[in-house]
């Protein structure tokens, strides 16, 4: 994969900007993700690191979002050059795009500690249709949730938030310094994680993310601070920040969903109502009342009929319907608000 040279960092002041894409497409139900496997042996944290974690940790094991450099004389804007590394690798023509954020936490890099100067990621969220990889970047489409289990509440409470996650969140609450700083963990516990009296957020992707990184029960927690052994981490770590990058991403959907009609862009041009609820469920990892669903759509104006039946799952066929897009400009600010809670 192409990256960052050495001596693209040339001093302690120096900056150089990359760009990251969470690529985001529903196949089969499911939430997928584009990642590449062709990482540099520096973007693993190095695999003396890794080895020191007892880790089998490897370039063919890490997985990261499509990224690269962005070069001001190759590339005339941001959102160019991130379509121009994605294009390279993973051959893939990007719609609907929108930046996320700037993430440059001194020493998100190890790089920077061994050349000096900073790396910044620019991170971008694309929707798109799952479509077979090919490029230069070993490309490949993953269920998101493989690097977040406890976001999918489609059959319940995921088990590992009550095996794993919630003993080991507690044990961190109980070890802080002063009554004060318990009762303050045991607080945001509960409004990441809900409680009998808060109710679980589906938006707030990345600030569970940080509080497992916070509490060390994460891969990337022990990697960044060098430490011989890691926790046992049952989800799946990425290279540097990209898991970050990645929850930031998640959250930033999921909320969208509620009040811009972006669903449309990840499922066909025709649809079942079935198909469009799944994709949401999908999204938002939270199953959804088939009947007030259906109606908030209908009511949206944002689908209209095709007239035409369908049987796409083997059941009774059900009409297809195609997304107005005429009628975007008139509801930009409200979209359709689509019922995304859990029942």
Not at 5 to 10: F, Q
Not at 61 to 70: D, Q
Not at 265 to 276: G, I, M, N
């Amino acid at each position: 994969m192409s990256g960052f040279s050495a001596s693209s960092i040339e001093n302690e002041g120096s900056v150089q900007i990359g760009l990251t894409a969470v690529i985001v497409a529903v196949t089969d139900a499911e939430p997928r993700i584009l990642v590449v496997r062709r990482v540099d042996h520096a973007l693993a944290s190095t695999e003396e690191g890794a080895a020191r974690q007892g880790e089998a940790l490897s370039e063919n094991t890490l997985e990261a979002l499509p990224y690269g450099p962005f070069y001001p004389g190759r590339h005339r804007t941001l959102d160019m050059g991130l379509r121009s590394w994605v294009e390279e690798q993973a051959e893939l023509d990007l719609g609907y795009v929108e930046q996320l954020y700037t993430f440059g936490d001194r020493g998100r890099d190890p790089r920077e500690r061994e050349l000096g100067g900073r790396i910044l990621s620019i991170g971008y969220l694309a929707l798109a249709q799952e479509a077979k990889p090919a490029g230069a970047g070993e490309a490949l489409w993953q269920n998101w949730y493989r690097y977040f289990p406890w976001e999918d509440w489609r059959d319940g409470k995921p088990g590992i938030i009550t095996q794993e996650l919630e003993p080991g969140l507690e044990e961190w609450a109980a070890k802080a310094e002063s009554p004060s700083e318990i009762r303050e963990r045991f607080a945001r516990i509960d409004a990441c994680f809900g409680s009998e009296e808060v109710r679980w957020n589906e938006d707030r992707v990345l600030e569970r993310y940080e509080l497992l990184y916070e509490a060390g029960l994460v891969t990337e927690a022990a990697r960044d601070q060098d430490l011989k052994t890691g926790p046992n981490d049952p989800s799946h770590a990425m290279v540097l920040d990209h898991r970050r990058i990645l929850a930031t991403a998640m959250g930033r959907l999921r909320g969208k969903l509620k009040y811009r009609p972006v669903v449309f862009e990840l499922v066909p041009p025709t649809f079942t109502l079935f198909e469009l609820q799944k994709a949401v469920e999908a999204i938002t990892g939270n199953l959804l009342h088939k009947q007030n669903f259906r109606r908030m759509v209908e009511k949206s104006g944002l689908v209209e009929g095709t007239g035409k039946f369908e049987s796409r799952t083997g059941g009774r066929p059900a009409e297809t319907f195609r997304y107005v897009r005429d009628i975007l400009a008139e509801r930009l600010t409200a979209g359709p608000r689509l019922p995304v809670g859990r029942r």
